[in-house]
Structures are given as C-alpha cells and as structure tokens.
C-alpha cells in the first residue's frame, strides 16, 4: 500500500516537472534551440577522437580531393587529410578562442567599468582612452597587434580580447553610473560600508545579467574574427587546424573540391548562430 501511495504520488510530480520543461520550451525556443546547436557542435569538437580515428595532419596523397563517402563523409583536402577529422579538430580552436576571450573581456572590462563609474576623478580619463581604442575597427586591431608579435592561439586570443575590453567597460560604466545614486547603495554608504563592499555586495550582482548576454556576443565575435584571421592568414598558425585555416587552405580548389571549404564553413556558421540565438533568448529570459 504505501509503495503504491509513493508511486501515487510521484506521478504528478514528474508530470509537473514535464509540463514546466515544455513551458520553458515553448516560451524560450531561441535559447533552446540555440543551446542544442552550441551543445552539438561543442560534444563534436570534445569527443572528435570518437567520432574519427584519424589523425587531422595525416597526408595520403594518392586519395587528395577525394569526395565525400562511407570512409571520409567530408572528403579530403589537396593534401589527402581528412576534412571530417580537421573540422571536428578546428572547433577545438574556435570554441577555445571564443570562451577565454568572452571570459577575459568579461573580467576586465568589468574591473575597469566599475572603477570608472564609481570614482568620478577616473572616469574622464578612463573613457578618453576607451574611446579611443573604440575609433579603431577590432578587426583592424587585431591585425595590427597580430603583425607586432608571433602567430599563436595565445597571441589570437590577446588580440581579440583587447578590441572587446572597451565595449564591455562602456555597458558596465552605463550600469555603474545609474547603480551609485540608487537608495541602497546611499544607505551602504551611509552604515560606513567599504568601497570595495558596496561595489561587490551591491552593484555587481546587478550586472550580472547584462553582462551574460554581453559575453555571449563577445563570445560569437570572436569566433567570426578568429576564422576571418586565420582566412587571411594573421591568425593561428597553418599547422593548427582551424576553421579559417582549413577555409583558406581550400579556397584555391573550391571549384573542384567545393566540400573543403563548405563543411568547416557549415560548422563555423551554426556555431556563431546558435551562440547570437543564446544571447537573444537570454536578454529576452533576463529582460535585459
């Protein structure tokens, strides 16, 4: 009787976890649909070893160009490699890119925007030189700082976080200067609260949502610049399979290979999609 009681009972509460899920669902279908995308194209670059056993920089010259079938679905390059295996691998590079530099962005430009917006002595100098780096195209600065020092992953993320830094210390700045004239944090103040308590305790947590959706657009560009570098070949070294690389390497034999450079390029734009798709189901989530 009471086994049968407990499994009374735990019908509805399964059934209201389903009708909650499909709630969700049906009032979030961007986000979902964006997070399936993101999650299919991040467990393909993870578990790439399982899906493929062949080595992305392996040359077999007597199958180059060879189109797609049973033993290589995405064919092969000029070089005979398998376009499967480097653009399972290249999303590695991408998505790697992609979350430091949201991460770091996220990180500085928040430190430095609520440094301006709270002390008002900084302020006019901090945004003379946010300003400043904001006048010159991220993509133009990318290349410049990429020409200045050797081709790496790292030095592609360090070119990319820069550009991103002001856009972020702007959005923070913005939050900053509305949160410091609100009543709690006058009442912070006036119960002796520290700088450094009302700033984390206080005005913080209220940028938590703004920013989230502002590193998930960070994120997504970066990914686009990275591959836009790489394609012309001031991005990540040509040995690393990257999306861009493997794009660049293939766009001299699109006409008689068009799969080297459709496949990566499939990838590359499902994940930018899904990522900007995240982005815009959480601001509407968030009602940022």
Known sequence: ??????????VPA???????????????????????????VALSAVAAPF?????????????????????????TDQFGRDVLARTLYGGRISLRVGLIVALLALGIGTAVGLVSGYYRALDAVVM??????????????????????????????????????????RVVRAQVLSLREQP???????IGAGTPRIL????LPALIAPLIVQGTHICALAILVESYLSFLGAGTPPHIPSWGNIMAEGRAYVQLAVWIILFPGLFLMSTVLSINLIGDGLRDLLKV
């Open 128 to 169: 003379r030189v946010v300003d400043g780096l904001m006048a010159i195209p991220s993509i133009l600065l990318a290349l410049a700082l990429m020409a200045l020092v050797r081709a790496s992953v790292e030095t592609v993320i360090a070119a990319l976080v820069v550009p991103e830094i002001p856009r972020v210390v």
């Open 1 to 10: 009787m009471s086994t049968a009681r407990g499994l009374v009972l735990d």
């Open 51 to 75: 899906w493929t056993a062949t080595d992305p920089q392996q040359m077999q010259p007597s199958i180059r160009m060879h189109p797609p079938d049973a033993e290589h679905p995405f064919g």
């Open 14 to 40: 399964s059934g209201q976890h389903a009708r909650a899920t499909r709630l969700f669902v049906t009032r979030n279908p961007t986000l979902v649909a964006g997070a399936l995308v993101l999650a299919l």
């Open 200 to 203: 984390f305790v206080y005005v």
């Open 184 to 190: 709690m944090v006058e009442g912070a103040r006036a």
